[in-house]
């Protein structure tokens, strides 16, 4: 009897090439446990949503998708090893992981093997290593930026702003991209906090960002420090703009800072309560599958997988190569592609343009209040 | 001036929110000769319990009461039984490492249950208090307000009644505290409860603004450790100077000389106090047998 088993098992597996010739295969490797859970969870979701919607519709180029999904448990290490193991069964792409730390390692692997890596990752230095496999589903710091210095010099009118922001990293880097994108505009900088991370007093640090007497403060900080400034903010009478970049307006943030998260104004790449008819259907399908309301990074995982299946049927075959190169100067307009939400083009680098959105803490809720046009679109 | 007074009263705030921590070093100090280096994470673990037992429905009281009783039982018995016990014979070293390393343990073990920040009920009304253009919380006011009586009561208790006389003479020396008819066991045994107990109500006032984190122990752990032994490590007054030391230096260094150097403002107040009155300010010169 086992026996009998062992070689039935051994036949399937025969069989699998003949079979796999019919599926494109597609490999999620994404953080399904540690930090990045919530993020690698709706990442995924993203994808497996949009796979199913397109299976039920042909599949593409005729074929069916078959998805696997691994877990690196928000380690580089282990992300790196689980994509070669993709590579090494012949996946067509890579989707994940999300977290920059990971894919700045993991995308060694799928660059040697040649195949398309579309990544969550938001960290500037992904897309400047000259990596052609490369993909974003999302803004980096390098064009969220320049958007919000553009609200801030056009729109809030503010002359002169003062930056509270996080001395790490991620807040170092937005705080140069910002200042690079202020330099010859409008407005000037009339005082730079720095503010440690996990500091817990920050009367201080609004105290100086006051004393400039600005138009605006920029806050520039992770979620729980966003959250001190802004009760701080607040306890020190700040009645004008308190403006910010995704982080400020964040449920974390309006969670952990309550009442005083109310008006506080950012920029945010990608939002399901964004004014957009196809992203309401969105977010009510993945509602219904999944019986909670994803954040940014659902979407990420939908619309890239909807925009490497326009990549594959602009080249018209499964080659991975030339769906890479197809990729770069992509531009797709949601007219012809539904499932990418939002009119998108990318890059020689494979970052992405598109639209964005301003948003507004109101009674406790992000709002959002306008459309920012793409960068390359003035 | 108005600045000056503002970023004050927000050090004094700040402050007290140290001492409250730092009192549970001194109180173990005075009562057992024992230092635990993972006090921060003493404030973090009842604070996820009492959120945990809110989520159960409890109400703020009520989850209190409970996270009180768990804390006994865990941070102080068990934590006795289990870590300090074990090690006294060899020293104040080895627990002092073994204290670090359950720090660390607690810290990840938390992690794993969740690695995202908490908002916590305040025990006071989101109000602002305006005086004479200084703006303070109610919140602020009110943690001062509380650091100060269990100071007061931690340091009465220890000095004026029978049982807390016991506790300092068993530390001091324990082979004359039992022959002298103390019931030492039972002394160290109260230090440890009445430590929880601390640990519990500083979580209580603390994770309002510190938020519920697996690593919000760390540096309020730190904190406390410099502003105990700036204050005094053997007097529980000295855990409030200390506090409010550390917490006015910090924000008018962050103020007037730089942001960057605010966090090094408690070390370089910990190395004068060190090298110029080593027992600290309101400390005592004091022999012990260990």
């Known amino acids: ?378 | 001036m108005t600045d000056l007074l503002q970023l004050t009263f927000s050090g004094i705030a700040t402050g007290s929110i140290y001492a409250l921590a730092a009192l549970g070093f001194t109180l173990l100090w005075q009562a057992s000769g024992t230092i635990n280096f993972a006090q921060g994470e003493f404030v973090m673990l009842p604070a996820f319990a009492m959120l945990f037992f809110a989520a159960q429905g409890a109400p703020l009281p009520v989850a209190f009461v409970l996270t009180i009783a768990v804390a006994v039982a865990v941070l102080g018995w068990a934590f006795k039984r289990g870590v300090v016990d074990p090690l006294f014979r060899h020293g104040m070293m080895a627990i002092v490492v073994a204290t670090i390393g359950l720090s660390i343990a607690m810290r990840n073990g938390v992690r794993i249950y969740s690695a995202d920040a908490h908002p916590f009920p305040s025990l006071f009304a989101d109000k602002l208090l305006r005086v004479g253009g200084v703006t303070v919380s109610l919140a602020d006011a009110g943690t001062l307000a509380f650091a100060l009586v269990l100071v007061v009561a931690t340091q009465a208790f220890l000095a004026r009644t029978l049982t807390g006389r016991a506790m300092q003479a068993v530390a001091q020396n324990t082979e004359s505290a039992a022959v002298l008819g103390i019931n030492v066991p039972l002394m160290i045994l109260y230090t440890f409860a009445i430590n929880a107990v601390l640990a519990c109500a500083a979580a209580l006032l603390v994770t309002p603004v510190y938020f519920g984190k697996f690593d919000m122990g760390e540096s309020l752990g730190t904190k406390a450790f410099f502003a105990a032994v700036i204050g005094g490590f053997n007097n529980s007054r000295g855990a409030l100077l200390g506090g409010v030391i550390v917490g006015i230096g910090e924000n008018l260094a962050a103020a007037y000389i730089s942001p960057a150097y605010k966090d090094a403002v408690a070390l370089a107040l910990f190395m004068v106090v060190i090298l110029f009155k080593p027992q600290g300010l309101l400390g005592r010169k004091e022999e012990r047998k260990v």
């Open chain 1, 1 to 378: 009897m086992k026996k009998a088993l062992i070689a039935l098992a051994v036949a399937a597996l025969g069989s699998m090439p003949a079979l796999a010739q019919q599926t494109i295969k597609i490999a999620n490797i994404v953080e399904l446990s540690g930090p990045g859970t919530t993020s690698g969870t709706n990442f995924k979701n993203g994808v497996e949503l949009a796979v199913r919607e397109i299976n039920a519709a042909g599949g593409i180029l005729g074929r069916r998708i078959e998805t696997s999904t691994v877990d690196t448990q928000s380690n580089p290490g282990v992300a790196k090893g689980l994509t070669q193991k993709a590579v090494d069964q012949d996946v067509f792409a890579v989707f994940g992981p999300v977290f920059s730390g990971s894919i700045m390692v993991s995308m060694a692997e799928t660059r040697r093997a040649e195949i398309p890596n579309f990544t969550g990752g938001e960290a500037a230095a992904i897309t400047t290593q000259g990596n052609p496999y490369i993909f974003r589903t999302s803004f980096t710091q390098a064009t969220a930026m320049p958007k919000i210095a553009r609200y801030i010099t056009d729109q809030a009118k503010a002359k002169t702003l003062s930056l509270i922001y996080v001395n790490n990293d991620f807040g170092k880097g937005g705080r140069d991209m910002l200042m690079k994108a202020l330099e010859k505009s409008q407005t000037k900088i009339v005082a730079d906090v720095s503010t440690e991370s996990a500091q817990v007093d920050f009367s201080a640090a609004v105290l100086r960002a006051r004393q400039a007497n600005p138009d605006a403060i920029f806050v520039y900080t992770n979620e729980e420090e966003s959250a001190r400034v802004l009760r701080e903010l607040r306890k020190q009478g700040w009645t004008k703009p308190v403006i910010g970049e995704t982080v400020l307006t964040s449920q974390k943030v309006i969670e952990l800072a309550g009442e005083a998260a109310n008006g506080a104004v950012a920029h945010v790449g990608l939002t399901v309560d964004a004014p957009i008819p196809a992203m309401r259907a969105f977010r009510a399908k993945f509602e219904r599958e999944y019986k909670y309301i994803t954040d940014h990074n659902g979407i990420k995982g939908y619309t890239g997988m909807y925009v490497l299946k326009a990549a594959i049927e602009k080249v018209g075959k499964l080659d991975r190569k030339a769906v890479a190169k197809a990729m770069h100067g992509l531009k797709l307009r949601v007219a012809d592609h539904p499932g990418i939400l939002m009119d998108v083009e990318f890059d020689k680098n494979g970052d992405l343009d598109r639209d964005s959105f301003l948003t507004e803490v109101r009674n406790g809720k992000q709002e959002v209040t306008a459309t920012l046009p793409p960068l390359s679109r003035k």
